[in-house]
């Protein structure tokens, strides 16, 4: 069998080559990211992308463990994390323990993820005390677009840039194996990564970080509108529009199924 990558493998990668993640949901997909990525993230971002809802609020820990499972399954050789959803892990430290035991215990996953503000920081030394490998996230924190009033970059003054930075060294000091860094200004992701001493993986936050992560869906232009950051590698709404219209079409003119498609009886 293969090694799995594990938290220690992606913290000696700072400062060394680049470290490639994606997010992943599925089996198969896994099956195919696992091929080329060291890291799979099982993003609740999963909530909008697969199960349609308007922003990462409404994801529950069920879903992320179905989810974290599939991923696993499909997957061999990448380090996995799963993320914690909100309400799971930013009240006291033992439920957010109990929470991530969870995800542990019945994924199998290497490390889970939490979006690390400052009430969050004593949960992620809580975690790792006791045996689970934690990456924080760190700028726009999607959770918080309630708080917020929507998915804007983060860190374009003086004074939030240093209040992100400060929640960086307070992620990397609780104990934090990498931090992603989404949604800042190219300075701060190149302040952040030379201040901590652990990986940073950019998502909209420039080329100045240790690693890059994009949602899956969005690279391979499943959506028909993507955020500024993403760059589309496929264009796989399309391929799958232009498919499903030629099955239409075959199905309605009876040219499938065709011969080579259908069962025959055996003689006698
Ligand atoms: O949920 C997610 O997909 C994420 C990444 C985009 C970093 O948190
Ligand atoms: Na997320």
Redesign the pocket.
């Known amino acids: 069998a293969v090694k799995r990558l594990a938290a220690p493998d992606i913290a000696a990668r700072k400062g060394k080559t680049p470290i490639v993640c994606l997010?992943a949901y599925t089996a198969p997909t896994a099956d195919i990211l696992d091929d080329h990525c060291d890291l799979l993230?099982v993003?609740?971002?999963?909530g909008m992308?697969v199960h349609g809802l308007p922003n990462?609020v409404g994801v529950t820990l069920e879903m992320m463990i179905l989810h974290g499972q599939a991923v696993m399954r499909g997957s061999r050789r990448a380090m996995v994390v799963v993320?914690m959803p909100f309400g799971s892990y930013e009240g006291s430290p033992e439920t957010a323990y109990d929470n991530a035991a969870r995800i542990m215990k019945e994924t199998g996953a290497q490390a889970v993820?939490v979006?690390a503000g400052p009430a969050v920081v004593e949960n992620i030394d809580y975690l790792v005390k006791r045996g689970i490998p934690v990456m924080g996230?760190v700028g726009l924190r999607?959770q918080s677009v309630l708080v917020d009033g929507g998915f804007k970059a983060k860190g374009r003054h003086n004074e939030e840039r240093q209040r992100i930075l400060d929640e960086a060294h307070a992620t990397a000091e609780a104990g934090a194996f990498a931090i992603?860094v989404?949604g800042v200004a190219e300075g701060l992701a190149r302040d952040i990564t030379a201040a901590v001493p652990v990986p940073t993986?950019g998502?909209g936050a420039s080329a100045g970080c240790d690693g890059q992560?994009?949602?899956t869906d969005d690279m391979l232009g499943l959506f028909d509108w993507t955020p500024k950051f993403v760059r589309r590698y496929a264009d796989l709404r399309n391929e799958i529009s232009q498919a499903v219209a030629r099955y239409a079409e075959d199905v309605r003119e009876r040219r499938f199924p065709g011969p080579a498609e259908i069962y025959f009886a055996k003689a006698g």
């Open positions: 997010t993230l993003g609740d971002s999963v992308v990462t993320d993820k979006e996230h999607p992603v989404e993986i998502i992560i994009l949602v």
